[in-house]
């Protein structure tokens, strides 16, 4: 298996239905079914926002610590697995303090898993869009006192109405800080949005970016720049953003020369890892060697923070 880095990684998407149930028993907390297979069975999507519910109605299961250093070393286990070296993983705080959960609580559960795996990972702290700019950079300052433990911020999220312009402080205040920055961009939103990613909020890799296709000067500003996109091909197709894999655009973004990464996105709702995704391309859409080669070299020359 080819030696990889994953860039685009939602922690909370790795939440497995075995693992929503076993949380959900330990917090005492009630689920319509306790049963993984119907709870597997809701995983049918039509566009962004039917996934986003479910994905944040199972956070509730996360309370404590514990919950999410189980979750993070589970993910970390399965990377591994997968052939992944290094990490950069999203995490959404806003989704746990509109709970009542700390960034004490989060930071500390994800951080000592990471440490306890001696695994190569670092944090991306993401916004959550659809909860507008002044949430974002409330939620940003309050994390400052945990600068050591993220290593970017990043926005996601219901993304059409929401463009990057919004953040524009948000990311001046992480900019400021020394902060990596990047944006989920033309994943439903259209290549103005990726414009504006780069423009504004000085974004150094794009999150998705599918739609940046539509747009040949962006092409070509992407190429010219060498700012990668991670791309993510399950999720694309089961959140309907293409029709199937033999219709994803990832072959002629290569073509074209961009610096295109593959990545899970969600895994434990998009029916695969990401050597999964990977492998998917092989087989759906015949991609080489070479083709799958060059990929997984691109993750590691698009990481912020890889040694080794
Ligand atoms: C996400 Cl696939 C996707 N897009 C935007 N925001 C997200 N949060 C978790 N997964
Ligand atoms: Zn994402």
Known sequence: MRPKAELHLHIEGTLEPELVVELARRNRIDLPTYDVEAIRSRYSFTDLRSFLDVYYEHLAVLRTEQDFYDLAAAYLRRAAGQGVRHAEIFFDPQAHLSRGVTLETVFGGLSAAIKDSGASAALILCCLRDRGAEEAEQVLRAALPFRDHFIGVG???????????????????????????????????????????????????????????????????????????????????????????????????????????????????????????YAALRRELGMSDEQLDRIARNSFAASFAYEG
Do not use: K
């Not at 994943?187 to 974004?203: F, I, K, M």
């Not at 991670?230 to 073509?255: E, F, G």
């Not at 990545?263 to 995704?277: K, Q, T, W």
């Open 155 to 277: 926005l996601d999220s219901a993304e059409v109405g929401y463009p990057p312009s919004l953040f524009r402080r948000v990311f001046d205040l992480a900019a400021a800080e020394g902060l990596h920055r990047v944006a989920h961009a033309g994943e439903e939103g259209g290549p103005d949005y990726v414009w504006e990613a780069l423009d504004v909020l000085g974004v150094e890799r794009v999150d998705h970016g599918i739609r940046a296709m539509e747009d040949p000067q962006l092409v070509a500003r992407l190429r010219e720049e060498r700012i990668p996109l991670t791309v993510c091909p399950l999720s694309n197709v089961r959140l309907r953003a293409v029709p199937s894999l033999r219709d994803h655009i990832l072959p002629a973004m290569l073509d074209e020369g961009l610096v295109v990464t593959v990545n899970s996105d969600d895994p434990a709702y998009f029916g695969g890892y990401v050597e999964d995704n």
